[in-house]
């Protein structure tokens, strides 16, 4: 009885990439609680505004790949499906690595997004408080910049004219110019 109640419970937790499942990990305490806080800044950005943000929703970009990220921002409603999930590439995805997805992240999830047309693809790691940002560019995911949140101490540790690189912690995504993301936001109350 146990069993068939968590099967009731709990969602799907696999994506189908090149034709094949690929089970998803659980995710731990920090993915979690990160997933959470950036949703929350692009739900409060998007209040009241046409592009819509999900969370562990499907996209379905050809009969062989479907794929469940993290965090993805749809700026068309028109490939929105309400029952099934987004039909087609997301302007942007953001992906919560861990060392048990990393190598789909930032392989080849990252070709299938970048073929596919995902205008920006963040890395988002909890570990290093950093977040990768890459964006399109002719079939491929460049990256254009690294943002990172450094301790006090790792701060200490650089000489001045090193700090000035990592005092800014805000930054823009390139379909929202106006929106300031906080990386002090992002990784806000990680353990």
């Not at 959470?36 to 009241?48: D, E």
């Not at 592009?51 to 469940?68: R, T």
């Not at 490939?79 to 861990?98: C, F, T, W």
Request: hydrophobic share 40%; with cysteine.
């Amino acid at each position: 009885m146990q069993s068939q109640r968590n099967e009731f419970l709990e969602p799907r937790k696999y994506e189908v990439i090149d034709g094949k499942i690929v089970m998803l990990k659980i995710a731990s305490p920090n993915h979690t609680s990160c997933k959470c806080n950036i949703l929350t800044i692009f739900m409060n950005y998007l209040k009241g505004k046409q592009p819509k943000v999900f969370s562990n929703s499907d996209i379905y970009l050809s009969d062989n790949i479907n794929l469940m990220p993290d965090i993805m921002v749809v700026c068309n409603r028109e490939i929105i499906d309400r029952n099934k999930g987004v039909m087609g590439a997301p302007d942007l995805v953001a992906e919560i690595v861990s060392p048990l997805t990393v190598k789909y992240d930032r392989g080849r999830k990252k070709d299938i997004y970048a073929e596919y047309g995902v205008k920006e693809y963040w890395i988002v790691d909890t570990m290093n408080r950093t977040i990768e940002v890459f964006l399109q560019d002719n079939g491929a995911l460049i990256l254009n910049n690294t943002h990172s949140l450094l301790s006090d101490w790792e701060m200490e540790e650089l000489l001045p004219d090193e700090r000035a690189d990592f005092l800014q912690t805000e930054f823009s995504p390139t379909i929202f110019p106006d929106l300031k993301v906080s990386l002090h936001d992002v990784f806000d109350d990680l353990l």
